[in-house]
Every structure is written in C-alpha cells, then in structure tokens.
C-alpha cells in the first residue's frame, strides 16, 4: 500500500521561506512522478508543481513559479518543495500525491494517492 507522509509546515511571516517534504513507502519510489497540491480554507485544491519520474520535467502553477521548487531524492524516496518568499496567499494545507504515471502531472484527477497534508500560515 502506498503511503505519503508530509512534513515541514508551520507558522512563518510573509517573505520568509519554508520546505516541505514528503516520505513515500509502498512502491518503488523512484518509478513514479510526484506532485504538490493545496487546499486553502473555503476553496478548491489546486496544483501547486510536479516533477517526473527522472527529475528531468517540472511544471509550476503560475502563482508559484519563481519562489518555489520542487525536487525529489529517489535515494530516500522523498519529494521536497522548498518555498521563498511566501505570502499571506500561500496559506493552505499542502498535500503531497503520486499516481500511475512517471510523468510530472499537473491534473489532481492522475493522481491516486495522497498524504494527509501539512499546514502552512503565512501571517502578514
């Protein structure tokens, strides 16, 4: 069974950085894309960025691009997304997630796993 655990979230400032990170088990890790997804209070999830099987693909929301980065350690069967320059816009609950596909997706619908999440609040 596959499992995603998520770490790293918590209480920053605005223009502070923070990295999550995620630990999956189950499979072999490092045959599969991964991808970071958010729920702030009230809206819908939606995708934050993705990276392939190889590491060699990565695709951004526009509203991230820039001030965060994904990378996976396949090594440790971990996926991180180190996040800069965080605004109040960035609060939400960050789930990590992994499908079917080595490819880095964008769309919530490829992916069949998910981790329980971890909050980030961005205070202003």
């Known amino acids: 069974q596959v499992q995603l655990v998520e770490s790293g979230g918590g209480l920053v400032q605005a223009g502070d950085s923070l990295s999550l990170s995620c630990v999956a088990s189950?499979?072999?890790?490092?045959?599969?894309?991964m991808g970071w997804f958010r729920q702030a209070l009230g809206k819908e999830r939606e995708f934050v960025a993705a990276?392939?099987?190889?590491?060699?693909?990565?695709y951004y929301a526009d509203s991230v691009k820039g001030r965060f980065t994904i990378s996976r350690d396949n090594a440790k069967s971990t996926v991180s997304l180190q996040m800069n320059s965080l605004v109040p816009e960035d609060t939400a609950i960050y789930y990590c997630?992994?499908?079917?596909?080595?490819?880095?997706?964008?769309?919530?619908?490829?992916?069949?796993?998910w981790g329980r999440g971890t909050q980030v609040t961005v205070s202003s």
């Open positions: 997630a992994t499908g079917y596909s080595s490819s880095a997706v964008r769309y919530s619908s490829a992916y069949a796993f």
């Open positions: 189950g499979r072999t890790f490092s045959s599969y894309g």
């Open positions: 990276i392939s099987a190889s590491a060699i693909s990565t």
